[in-house]
T-cell receptor, first 115, second 117 residues
Framework: KQEVTQIPAALSVPEGENLVLNCSFTDSAIYNLQWFRQDPGKGLTSLLLIQSSQREQTSGRLNASLDKSSGRSTLYIAASQPGDSATYLCAVTPDRGSTLGRLYFGRGTQLTVWP | GAVVSQHPSWVICKSGTSVKIECRSLDFQATTMFWYRQFPKQSLMLMATSNEGSKATYEQGVEKDKFLINHASLTLSTLTVTSAHPEDSSFYIC?????????????FGEGSRLTVL
């Protein structure tokens, strides 16, 4: 069974810092990997999606990398802002059988950026 | 971008009552929708996969008679929590995938917070 782990569980930094959030998964047979943002009591906002054949994706101050063979992904946030404060979730879509389309989530990294 | 709407966004009910949560894809057709549950400080866990026009597929440990899922159209899936109890209090989120080719991106609803007294 696929297991997704995110490190650190929580992170508190001053505004302006560059951040690295880590995600690892146990089964490298994935179709894609997504990073989401979740604000307290809210649903999910998709940030970046990386297909299994890709190495990275970028959107604004966000950059996500994927090393499928080692089961790792990294979300890099440049010049962090207080508005970036949220929980960041990593999720993978398995690439086999009847589970296509479902996601396995990590527990998330709770990020606080203070002014 | 694609939009998935959930209703209600929050609900409080008495123990023993049933609660229905709706998940709608507003601007695309979804043959498959997924229902997740999230307890505080925990990750989202898949409860069931809802398939339009057929029975839902439930994950191990999820009681199909307690969590009734109906996917009667390509834009609507409903989750009914029957005879709810306090331990069912959680954040329920649905997601949907466009029925176009490939797997692509999943789109999530805003979630529904259920509190059972």
């Amino acid at each position: 069974k696929q297991e997704v782990t995110q490190i650190p569980a929580a992170l508190s930094v001053p505004e302006g810092e560059n951040l690295v959030l880590n995600c690892s998964f146990t089964d490298s047979a994935i179709y894609n990997l997504q990073w989401f943002r979740q604000d307290p009591g809210k649903g999910l906002t998709s940030l970046l999606l990386i297909q299994s054949s890709q190495r990275e994706q970028t959107s604004g101050r966000l950059n996500a990398s994927l090393d499928k063979s080692s089961g790792r992904s990294t979300l890099y946030i440049a010049a962090s802002q207080p508005g970036d404060s949220a929980t960041y979730l990593c999720a993978v879509t398995p690439d086999r059988g009847s589970t296509l389309g479902r996601l396995y989530f990590g527990r998330g990294t709770q990020l606080t950026v203070w002014p | 971008g694609a939009v998935v709407s959930q209703h209600p966004s929050w609900v409080i009910c008495k123990s023993g009552t049933s609660v229905k949560i709706e998940c709608r894809s507003l601007d695309f057709q979804a043959t498959t929708m997924f229902w997740y549950r999230q307890f505080p400080k925990q990750s989202l866990m898949l409860m069931a996969t809802s398939n339009e026009g057929s029975k839902a597929t439930y994950e191990q440990g999820v009681e199909k008679d307690k969590f009734l899922i109906n996917h009667a159209s390509l834009t609507l899936s409903t989750l009914t929590v029957t005879s709810a109890h306090p331990e069912d209090s959680s954040f329920y989120i649905c997601s949907a995938r466009d029925r176009g080719p490939g797997l692509g991106e999943l789109f999530f609803g805003e979630g529904s917070r259920l509190t059972v007294l």
